[in-house]
């Protein structure tokens, strides 16, 4: 069925002699190769605290997959694996996954400040641009290393709980008055970056109720073109001329502003996901969901049914 040679072959610890062994016997033998897997992946066991067995249906010390999600989620027992090495044993225990549950909501608490700050609703000192970018830099280094270095997964986890902690070094609240420039552009790669990495160790932070928008795309898209169609007719307007002195058409100088309202919303949309491409007297929009795909959208249409 898989041939000759497989790339990856998983199982148990207590696989790997002699289950494991006979088997690379049988196939190389049968195949006629050298090296039929090029790697295994031997996972440690999973214990109740305390206790030296593994948990086994056998030795009825396990707890069914039913009862753990009545206390927990399934993002909280993935979690839970990822601070431990796979091919390390793991005691699981009600202090194991509270420590999972607190990094969890650590991570949930600083992506709801980062995007209260993106949207102006969170005000802030100025914040250490660089530093942030190279903070972000450094993370992407040292989780890459990690899990190249036999999927070392709590090491990755804790290069990005080490960006999450300066992020909220940077993420300090004042008042309105106070708050100067705002820098939502950095804040926005951390957090798609850090979703991005959780997205692959299969951990999905969005609520449910925005899941369910961003899975049916229905109604943010929705939102996203009336967003769209409203900016264009503004721009529409701030962008129509006049007739001048000297016979050559200008703008209203009283309409500049609205011109760059225009351009901020643009900016501003872009670390949220939404990219708009000005084209002329009309607009393109598109929004990016991690590698999930994008949705192009041309508004000329739109503009003419408008007219």
């Not at 601070?83 to 420590?99: C, F, G, P, Q, W």
């Not at 609520?207 to 721009?235: I, M, T």
């Not at 016979?247 to 708009?276: M, W």
């Amino acid at each position: 069925m898989f041939g000759s040679q497989l790339d990856i072959h998983s199982g148990g610890i207590d696989l790997a002699f002699p289950h494991h062994e006979n088997e690379i016997a049988q196939s190389e033998a049968f195949h006629q190769c050298g090296q039929w897997a090029n790697y295994f992946l031997h996972s440690g066991h999973l214990h109740l605290k305390g206790s030296a067995e593994k948990m086994s249906k056998s030795l009825k010390n396990y707890i069914t997959i039913k009862d753990f999600l009545q206390c927990h989620t399934a993002e909280e027992f993935r979690m839970f694996c990822l601070l431990s090495k796979y091919r390390s044993a793991i005691d699981y225990s009600d202090s194991s996954m509270s420590e999972a549950c607190t990094h969890l909501e650590t991570i949930c608490i600083f992506i709801s400040a980062a995007r209260a700050y993106m949207k102006g609703q969170l005000h802030c000192s100025p914040v250490q641009e660089d530093l942030l970018w190279q903070r972000l830099a450094d993370a992407k280094s040292s989780v890459w290393t990690a899990l190249t270095d036999d999927f070392d997964t709590p090491r990755a986890i804790g290069a990005l709980m080490n960006l999450i902690y300066h992020g909220n070094c940077q993420l300090q609240p004042v008042s309105t008055a106070e708050g100067g420039v705002r820098s939502p552009a950095v804040f926005g790669a951390i957090v798609t970056y850090i979703r991005d990495i959780l997205n692959v160790f299969g951990i999905d932070l969005l609520p449910s109720k925005e899941a369910e928008v961003l899975s049916s795309g229905g109604n943010l898209q929705a939102v996203v073109e009336e967003l769209v169609r409203f900016r264009s007719e503004v721009r529409a307007f701030a962008l129509s001329r006049r007739d001048c002195p000297n016979n050559k058409p200008g703008l209203y100088p009283d309409r500049a502003p609205l011109l760059k309202a225009c351009d901020t919303l643009r900016k501003d949309l872009v670390p949220l996901g939404v990219v708009i491409k000005d084209r002329g007297a009309t607009s393109t929009w598109e929004i990016k969901q991690s590698q999930r795909g994008l949705r192009d959208h041309d508004d000329d249409q739109q503009n003419e049914k408008d007219k």
